[in-house]
């Protein structure tokens, strides 16, 4: 049993009662936690060490642009999910908020691609892990020590969550205190570097010579990239295809929404936490990529390295610095796939307790000991491991990932168009106000630009299908499955305007 303190605030217990759930997980995250969780999910290190290569081949410098603008559509994103966050601060996010706005059967589609989405990112990410320590020790990429690292990370993060919330939020906040540390400090070097140097900034507008010639779009393969394919055409489609980098990395931001019952004053702790990961994420990450283009003397030579970004560093800081570099590569991966794990496992907890996952009485149990939901943590390490064993197809889930996240996004914030009216002002501080609706619609037209941008060019032609069969799956197992438990009484949640009274 949780004691009183374990409980968190009247104010916890007020909220968990008017939902109608019993408080099972521990409230031991605070705002640095929650914080830390977003920002780790997020990790703008690993995001740009893995997709600078692909960004620097084919937009060129300039690419480096299309950061800033994802950045703020991002943040209209978050912002929505801030308020959702702040009314409705219940573990599964999207899931319970989508049920409650738009109905059973949107809720649990959106947990569908949900969770599916959070599965198939636990190994790409730990797989970045092990080609870091790979390309470090000099072990080929299609070397079977890597599946083994990749395999030994999962197990190691799965044991961590397993001895409770505690030792994972430890772990984190270091993670992201190394992080923040580690990119400001490197911003500040390059700044006082390029200050002294005083280029003429012409770098920053460079294009990419391949598709000023309608030639070809390369760059090393790795887990959270496309493979390279040729291109052809206009500048502007180079410049589209970089917005890859910032929407590959600029997601996972609600993560901490879906720790909501593990933080203490969730109403009003998450939504701050969700939207300063993004603004810190972007505002840090934009001035990383202006400063580490500025300090690129010789762009063909760069572009030719598998890792170009610690070439760039080394080049001007030093070996020392830029083996430091690594090392912060390696802790944020870490964090980060540490966290995509925590969230998978909340989400399938938070279905399976509502009776709408498979063998929920398993998935939604929680031992007192350790106030974690360890079933649904082993089932993600399972299923992570699956994937990576059959890490051949691997590469078309990795790109259908990209999508997914967005795909989530548009659904949830459509419901919140459709069901704003109900939400009641009883909890949380933030609210867009008068101004949400507009938000709201601007974050959608947003949003349907992104997915056009990782769905329709050819070579994402194989993940589309394979996003489309995955939610075409979730469609399938509602109506054979789910709905009947839902109208039968068995399983479900309560409608919003049956708990808030306002419909």
């Known amino acids: 049993m949780l004691n009183g303190e374990q409980r968190g605030s009247e104010s916890d217990q007020q909220v968990m009662a008017t939902f109608h759930y019993k408080q099972e997980l521990r409230r031991t995250i605070r705002l640095f936690g929650s914080f830390a969780v977003a920002f780790s999910f997020i990790s703008i290190t690993t995001g740009i060490f893995l997709n600078y290569s692909l960004v620097l081949d084919g937009a060129g410098p300039a690419g480096f642009w299309t950061w800033p603008i994802v950045t703020i559509g991002q943040l209209l994103v978050a912002l929505v999910f801030a308020e959702l966050a702040g009314r409705m601060p219940l573990t599964g996010y999207s899931y319970q908020w989508v049920t409650r706005l738009a109905g059973p059967g949107w809720g649990w589609f959106t947990g569908w691609v949900a969770v599916c989405f959070l599965i198939i990112v636990v190994p790409s990410v730990d797989h970045a892990l092990a080609s870091v320590i790979g390309y470090v020790a000099g072990v080929d990429e299609s070397s079977l020590w890597l599946k083994v690292i990749v395999c030994m990370t999962m197990v190691t993060q799965a044991l961590i969550h397993v001895l409770g919330v505690r030792l994972a939020n430890l772990i984190n906040s270091v993670a992201v205190f190394t992080e923040v540390v580690g990119m400001v400090g490197l911003v500040v070097l390059f700044a006082g570097l390029m200050i002294y140097k005083q280029p003429s900034g012409e770098i920053l507008w460079e294009r990419g010579a391949q598709f000023e010639s309608a030639g070809e779009l390369s760059g090393p393969e790795t887990p959270s990239v496309p493979a390279a394919v040729e291109q052809e055409g206009p ?264 708990e808030a009274g306002t419909l």
């Open 235 to 498: 500048y502007w489609q180079a410049f589209l295809m970089a917005c890859l980098m910032g929407a590959y990395t600029l997601v996972g931001f609600e993560s901490a929404a879906n720790l909501s019952e593990e933080t203490v004053n969730a109403e009003r702790t998450v939504p701050k936490a969700v939207v300063w990961s993004v603004v810190v994420s972007g505002t840090v990450g934009t001035l990383f990529l202006v400063l580490t283009s500025l300090g690129i003397e010789d762009l063909e030579a760069v572009k030719k390295e598998p890792y170009p970004l610690p070439t760039i560093i080394e080049s001007n800081l030093g070996s020392l610095v830029g083996a430091g570099f690594f090392v912060l590569v390696g802790v944020s991966i870490f964090a980060c796939g540490l966290i995509i794990m925590a969230s998978g496992s909340r989400l399938i907890y938070a279905m399976a307790r509502d009776n709408v996952f498979p063998f929920s009485n398993v998935f939604k149990q929680v031992p007192s000991k350790t106030s974690v939901p360890v079933a649904a943590v082993v089932l993600v390490l399972l299923v992570g491991i699956l994937a990576e064993l059959f890490s051949d197809s691997l590469q078309d889930l990795i790109q259908s990932a990209a999508v997914l996240p967005a795909v989530i996004y548009l659904v949830t914030i459509c419901s919140y168009l459709r069901g704003r009216h109900a939400m009641s002002p009883r909890f949380g501080t933030f609210s867009l106000g008068r101004s949400g609706p507009g938000v709201a619609l601007v974050a959608i037209i947003w949003l349907l630009l992104i997915i056009s941008i990782l769905s329709i060019p050819m070579q994402f032609r194989r993940a589309t299908w394979t996003s489309l069969s995955l939610c075409l799956g979730g469609v399938l197992i509602y109506f054979c499955w789910v709905r009947q438990r839902i109208l039968s009484g068995q399983a479900g949640i309560r409608s919003l305007h049956e």
